[in-house]
């Protein structure tokens, strides 16, 4: 029985679920995006969000160094655990918590298995940081706006050369109906 055990154990022994998260929390962390079933992303957030929060501790330096040996406990991969001091902590500093997003993608075709996508949500380019410069591109669209006016002088100086060889092609048809007459 279970009482009150809140871990989702995924129908796995320790060994292999502890193997498992840490497979799926290295590439979180290389990839900032990974798709897997639901019940593996709910646990994943369970199990990667205290590694991101112990990299904002930057008391000391061997207060660094102790968190670093503590995520890589969990991780067992240098180049992850690297990258989750280097280039995801700077971006979580200011965050206070829910450093992961996940989005239900619907069943799986094989299995009919719910599957999700897991991502770091200071990495997602189409959330978050992103709308501040969608508003940006707006103000341009504005700007470029302003350049129309210098387009419609160029329409009114084409329009004078098409008058002007409006004119010409009369005065052409004018010289040929002199000569026709001579």
């Given at each position: ?24 929390g290295?590439q979180l ?36 160094m ?5 995520v890589?406990?969990y ?11 280097t ?10 918590g ?39 591109t707006v ?44």
């Amino acid at each position: 029985m279970r009482h009150g055990n809140k871990n989702n154990n995924l129908s796995r022994t320790a060994s292999h679920r502890k193997a498992l998260l840490m497979n799926l929390g290295c590439q979180l962390i290389t990839y900032k995006r990974i798709t897997t079933t639901l019940a593996k992303a709910k646990t994943l957030r369970t199990y990667i969000e205290p590694l991101i929060t112990k990299t904002k501790a930057t008391d000391s330096k061997e207060t660094i160094m102790h968190n670093h040996r503590i995520v890589f406990s969990y991780l067992n991969d240098k180049a992850a655990v690297k990258e989750l001091f280097t280039v995801v902590a700077p971006k979580v500093a200011d965050r206070p918590g829910g450093y992961t997003r996940i989005i239900k993608l619907g069943a799986r075709i094989g299995d009919n298995a719910e599957m999700a996508m897991i991502e770091l949500v200071d990495f997602n380019e189409i959330y978050g940081n992103s709308i501040s410069a969608a508003t940006e591109t707006v103000k341009k669209t504005r700007r470029a706006g302003k350049k129309k006016v210098a387009g419609t002088t160029e329409e009114v100086a084409t329009e004078e050369v098409a008058e002007t060889s409006t004119e010409a092609t009369a005065e052409t048809a004018s010289d040929d109906a002199e000569t026709t007459e001579a």
